[in-house]
């Protein structure tokens, strides 16, 4: 079970550079085992190129180490935090891409210019507050995870429909059904940050994507009437 858990994980990881999402080792994916209570993710500061599935560390909830020669990525408390609060997402990534950092360091939600972005987000895709001095050296990667529950919370944002954020100053933040699904996630976020960025220096004045077209878009793939593709 563990071994086909770290294939997964390992195979997943592999995605990020090959999608152009990191340089050198900024980022991580993580997937959780929810029957065993288990979550595999990558090393720290372990260059992919020299990554094995075998260097895949596992650990419970508590984040206690299971299984592992190396220290887990440094991100981990983010991850597990996720984890805890949506119950629905069985893989989170990390990464410090260029277009969603930069609306992150920006400190701006990225808006819903288009249905490329509606195809796969309800809505804007939230940028996270700030922590505070005493959250970052109290426990700066767990509370950046709570920081992300707190928004969600607060706004009432449902996970399954705005699967990422960005985290102020800091980079994205995606999850899905598993490892894989959120780097695809996190390849959509990096593509309509993009889109976005784009928009806005083409007119300055463009205005979101009406509502009903982002719920016919949204819906048509993710909602109880779903027709889009060739179904499961």
Same mark, same amino acid.
């Given at each position: 079970?563990?071994?086909?858990?770290? @294939?997964?994980?390992? %195979?997943?990881?592999?995605? $990020?550079?090959?999608? +152009?999402?990191?340089?050198?080792?900024?980022? /991580?994916? &993580?997937?959780?085992?929810?029957?065993?209570?288990?979550?595999?993710?990558?090393?720290?500061?372990?260059?992919?190129? @020299?990554?094995?599935? %075998?260097?895949?560390?596992? $650990?419970?909830?508590? +984040?206690?180490?299971?299984?592992?020669?190396? /220290?887990? &990525?440094?991100?981990?408390?983010?991850?597990?935090?996720?984890?805890?609060?949506?119950?629905?997402?069985?893989?989170?990534?990390?990464?410090?891409?260029?277009?969603?950092?930069?609306?992150?360091?920006?400190?701006?939600?990225?808006?819903?210019?288009?249905?490329?972005?509606?195809?796969?987000?309800?809505?804007?895709?939230?940028?996270?507050?700030?922590?505070?001095?005493?959250?970052?050296?109290?426990?700066?990667?767990?509370?950046?995870?709570?920081?992300?529950?707190?928004?969600?919370?607060?706004?009432?944002?449902?996970?399954?429909?705005?699967?990422?954020?960005?985290?102020?100053?800091?980079?994205?933040?995606?999850?899905?059904?598993?490892?894989?699904?959120?780097?695809?996630?996190?390849?959509?976020?990096?593509?309509?940050?993009?889109?976005?960025?784009?928009?806005?220096?083409?007119?300055?004045?463009?205005?979101?994507?009406?509502?009903?077209?982002?719920?016919?878009?949204?819906?048509?793939?993710?909602?109880?009437?779903?027709?889009?593709?060739?179904?499961?």
């Amino acid at each position: 079970m563990l071994e086909e858990l770290k @294939k997964r994980v390992y %195979e997943a990881n592999m995605l $990020l550079p090959k999608y +152009g999402l990191i340089t050198f080792t900024w980022g /991580n994916v &993580s997937e959780i085992d929810r029957e065993a209570g288990l979550v595999a993710i990558k090393p720290s500061g372990v260059d992919y190129d @020299k990554m094995t599935p %075998e260097d895949i560390v596992i $650990l419970d909830l508590d +984040g206690n180490k299971i299984e592992g020669r190396m /220290n887990p &990525s440094t991100d981990t408390p983010t991850h597990l935090e996720l984890y805890k609060a949506f119950p629905e997402i069985g893989g989170v990534v990390h990464t410090h891409s260029t277009f969603a950092t930069s609306w992150a360091q920006a400190g701006k939600d990225i808006p819903c210019y288009g249905t490329t972005h509606a195809d796969y987000f309800y809505g804007s895709i939230p940028c996270i507050r700030n922590l505070t001095a005493e959250e970052i050296e109290e426990a700066y990667e767990k509370n950046t995870g709570l920081s992300i529950v707190e928004r969600y919370m607060k706004d009432n944002i449902n996970p399954a429909y705005v699967p990422g954020c960005v985290c102020k100053n800091h980079g994205p933040f995606t999850w899905g059904e598993n490892g894989n699904e959120a780097v695809h996630n996190a390849v959509v976020v990096e593509e309509v940050a993009k889109m976005a960025f784009l928009t806005l220096g083409i007119n300055p004045e463009a205005g979101m994507t009406p509502q009903y077209m982002q719920d016919k878009h949204f819906m048509r793939k993710h909602g109880p009437n779903a027709y889009y593709g060739q179904g499961k």
